[in-house]
């Protein structure tokens, strides 16, 4: 989220093929005014929900129950595909670091898939865990929000991994001496 001559900034996203918008959702925050008073402002550095809006029919729906504590950490989909470069294109400028084989594709329409990524509990703040990172959860739906499902939950200091060539959401745990791969249908 951004602040630009005193105006806030959601971000939006659109999605050509399905003709959806999603709206990122900031939750509040409590900050100290006057007096030492405190009072619930919207925290902008923040997401806590998406709204999935069909303009054609005025239709909006929230991915989580509004009443849900979580915070998105990521949420990623398919926008469409580049001819000259042969490959499929997402919503985030970030998913180069974590889209894997996606390259000469054969042409195709964009998957209607979402996947999000979230914590609970705060803003960095999820269930801690042994090692002293925190809980993902990753969670595929349709564009719509619809089929919504918890795929995995699984420490922050996992590597993973969407590989568009396999369609697999790879996640790569490290102990010493060992990793072990596990891979969910995309």
């Not at 900034?9 to 100290?32: A, C, R």
């Not at 550095?45 to 991915?63: D, G, K, R, V, W």
């Not at 979230?118 to 801690?128: D, F, I, M, Q, Y």
Request: include cysteine.
């Amino acid at each position: 989220m951004k602040k630009s001559s005193g105006t806030y900034h959601t971000s939006i996203f659109q999605d050509k093929s399905s003709n959806l918008l999603f709206i990122e959702v900031n939750p509040d925050k409590i900050v100290k005014a006057k007096f030492g008073n405190e009072k619930k402002v919207l925290d902008t550095s923040a997401c806590c929900n998406i709204l999935i809006y069909n303009p054609t029919s005025n239709e909006q729906s929230y991915f989580f129950d509004p009443t849900d504590d979580r915070r998105i950490q990521y949420f990623l989909f398919e926008t469409n595909y580049d001819k000259s470069e042969k490959l499929i294109q997402y919503n985030s400028y970030d998913s180069r670091g974590v889209v894997i084989n996606n390259y000469k594709h054969e042409e195709r329409q964009p998957a209607n898939k979402l996947l999000i990524v979230a914590t609970k509990k705060g803003v960095g703040k999820g269930r801690e865990t042994e090692k002293g990172g925190i809980d993902l959860e990753f969670w595929r739906s349709t564009k719509k929000g619809e089929n919504k499902e918890l795929i995995t939950t699984t420490p922050s200091y996992t590597d993973w991994r969407l590989d568009v060539k396999n369609q697999k959401i790879l996640f790569i745990h490290r102990s010493i001496n060992n990793i072990k791969v596990e891979s969910f249908d995309w």
